[in-house]
T-cell receptor
């Protein structure tokens, strides 16, 4: 089976930087996804990492360390619209189907 | 190009009733998935399909059945609904099921009384 852990809730201030961590334990790791989900809406894709290192996409960056079973999502210049749930998902095994963590609810306040 | 659509958006059932949720995608994707999302539980995979005519069990398949008679449609059935099946159901699809990102439908909010 797989075990994915991420904090339940985080708060941050508009304009600041926040880092959301995710740890995973899987067999046959095939990559780590991050999704964003606003309340009442569907998840939308943010990033995918399969190699160690940092991937940057505008204000969002995602980091992976395969040896440590660890990833983080870094959000810079926070905006109010970044208030959402952030889902970490690890793909593993022959099926490549990701298993999702419980999500981190990020609240951005003025 | 509508992406992934789900029907209905909301539904209230009584215990023991049956219903079918429809998922449709117009992206010619091979893989389709049904998830349920409960507060504090994240997304859990119910069933999935790797192509027309195929289905497979996910993490929480009990109480659900699925069919993929056409490539673009993936149906989720509840034969005898239970209050424990009250949830938000999301359908998703992707091209090849490997490292390809999943595209999600808008969700169906189901309440079983």
């Amino acid at each position: 089976g797989q075990n994915i852990d991420q904090p339940t809730e985080m708060t941050a201030t508009e304009g600041a930087i926040v880092q959301i961590n995710c740890t995973y334990q899987t067999s046959g790791f095939n990559g780590l996804f991050w999704y964003q989900q606003h309340a009442g809406e569907a998840p939308t894709f943010l990033s995918y990492n399969v190699l160690d290192g940092l991937e940057e996409k505008g204000r969002f960056s995602s980091f992976l360390s395969r040896s440590k079973g660890y990833s983080y999502l870094l959000l810079k210049e926070l905006q109010m619209k970044d208030s959402a749930s952030y889902l970490c998902a690890a793909a593993s095994g022959g099926s490549y189907i990701p298993t999702f963590g419980r999500g981190t609810s990020l609240i951005v306040h003025p | 190009n509508a992406g992934v659509t789900q029907t209905p958006k909301f539904r209230v059932l009584k215990t023991g009733q049956s219903m079918t949720l429809l998922c449709a995608q117009d992206m010619n994707h091979e893989y389709m998935y049904w998830y349920r999302q409960d507060p504090g539980m994240g997304l859990r995979l119910i069933h999935y399909s790797v192509g027309e005519g195929t289905t497979a069990k996910g993490e929480v398949p009990d109480g659900y059945n699925v069919s993929r008679l056409k490539k673009q449609n993936f149906l989720l059935g509840l034969e005898s609904a239970a209050p424990s099946q009250t949830s938000v159901y999301f359908c998703a699809s992707n091209k090849n099921g490997r490292t390809d990102t999943q595209y999600f439908g808008p969700g169906t909010r189901l309440t079983v009384l």
